[in-house]
């Protein structure tokens, strides 16, 4: 399966959560962000490589949806509602992040 995770520039948690899912159970990750001086920029590319979305907050999501709504057709976009306020692989932010997206895929009991 193919994860996206969006985040407003891409260098914390989305970007975290590209390093701990990549692999795992096979998927594939990619991450993006929604603003303009994002690390990497979020594409239409991005919302159509991707079978599942993940956005950190709900202003990603209305961000995604104002901006993609005609590429987003038939995807599944799930809010995690993680704030902003933890630094790039942050112990914290990668409990989270485990928690919140074991209820939609299935990570293994090692990782």
């Known amino acids: 399966m193919r994860l996206l995770?969006?985040?407003s520039r891409n260098k914390w948690r989305s970007l975290?959560?590209?390093?701990?899912?990549?692999g795992v159970d096979g998927h594939e990750v990619r991450s993006a962000g929604?603003?303009?001086n994002?690390?990497?920029?979020?594409t239409e590319g991005h919302i159509g490589w991707?079978?599942?979305i993940f956005?950190?907050?709900k202003k990603h999501v209305r961000r995604l949806q104002g901006k993609f709504s005609g590429a987003l057709a038939g995807k599944k976009v799930i809010c995690l509602h993680i704030p902003d306020e933890f630094?790039?692989?942050n112990e914290d932010l990668i409990g989270l992040l485990q928690s919140s997206v074991s209820d939609y895929i299935r990570i293994p009991e090692d990782h």
Do not use: G, N, P, W
């Not at 975290?16 to 990549?22: D, R, S, Y």
């Open 5 to 7: 995770f969006i985040c």
């Open 16 to 22: 975290t959560a590209e390093t701990i899912f990549q």
């Open 34 to 36: 929604t603003e303009e």
């Open 38 to 42: 994002a690390r990497i920029k979020v």
């Open 50 to 52: 991707a079978d599942l």
């Open 55 to 57: 956005a950190m907050e």
């Open 87 to 89: 630094e790039y692989m």
